[in-house]
């Protein structure tokens, strides 16, 4: 048995009257005691340039494995474009370039709702959620302890490390959120964990970037929010089912940046110009300048698409 220990540093909060984890180590509301979610082991599998790859049958291919910390709670999602908020054009959400970064990942759903509510001084968690780790133990034949959904930092903690008494008023408005994910990447990938991009919220994710192809943790990987410190403001909530954060694969290697000789700039341009005529088409616009090309539509049927996927592993 391989000892699992939960977070250093992190307490144990019993959950409240309508959120209990029974005695098997399975979260069920009093309402609903049926697991929520079906028992599965899976992994993730990232194929970029599909396009490129039909044409030529040869592609980069990026995997991510996950192990959830208990059978019941969510499995990551592959992000997806957004829809506008409304009707009309002109909205932000139909720019193909903000659309591919906003479906560029796999999104970590929040299994509970979180609730922070304005103290006197800060944000104070309204209470937490403990899920036992019986279930981990059956599944992966370690030692688990319980893990709570969400904490915040201790001005006395010692471990994971010390706060010094003039940052904690700095961080005291940041808590972490579990993901309840144990995850690895192929030697020479890396995970980038962020906020959801684009995503207007009463909170942020701090971005992190993990080295998981190498450090593998007893206790599942978390996300740090931030909330903005408002006295009178409403209880911040995030809600069950809410996509916590984003994991993007990045490949570990060295980049570099340079700028380009004249004449390579002037091959751009004129390849850029070509693609223009080739594509664009006269503009019915009675206000744009004469000779104008219309290229709405083109780039978005041109774009090079990236595929992210889930696959669970079904367990007899």
Known sequence: MIPALAHPGQSVIPGSPSRQIHPDGV??????????????????????????????????????????????????????RPAPPGPGSGWPEQCPPMQAAAAF????????????????????????VEVGG????????????????????????????????????????QAKVSTYLYLQTPPGWALMMSDIPNAHRRFRVLSALLDTDWYYPAHPWHAVVELPWSPEGEPVVIAEGEPLCRLTPVRRASYSAAEMRPDQFKQLYDKGQSWLEDNGRPSDDPEAPRGALDIRGCYARQQRSFDFTVNPRRTA
């Not at 599909?50 to 499995?75: I, K």
């Not at 970590?108 to 309204?126: A, K, Q, T």
């Not at 709570?148 to 903690?157: I, M, R, S, T």
Request: net charge negative; glycine share 4%; hydrophobic share 35%.
């Open 27 to 80: 979260w069920r509301s009093q309402a609903d005691p049926t697991p929520r979610f079906a028992i599965a082991i899976s992994s993730l599998t990232l194929v970029r340039h599909r396009q490129a790859r039909r044409r030529c049958n040869v592609g980069l291919r990026a995997s991510m494995r996950y192990f959830r910390f208990h059978s019941d709670l969510p499995h990551p999602v592959p992000a997806t």
């Open 134 to 173: 019986a279930d981990l133990e059956e599944r992966g034949d370690v030692a688990a302890f319980d893990q709570d959904n969400c904490w915040q930092w201790d001005p006395k903690q010692v471990l994971p490390h010390r706060i010094s008494p003039h940052v904690y008023p700095e961080v005291r408005n």
């Open 105 to 128: 990942g796999w999104d970590v759903i929040n299994p509970f709702e979180i609730r922070f509510d304005p103290g006197e001084e800060s944000w104070e968690l309204h209470d937490a």
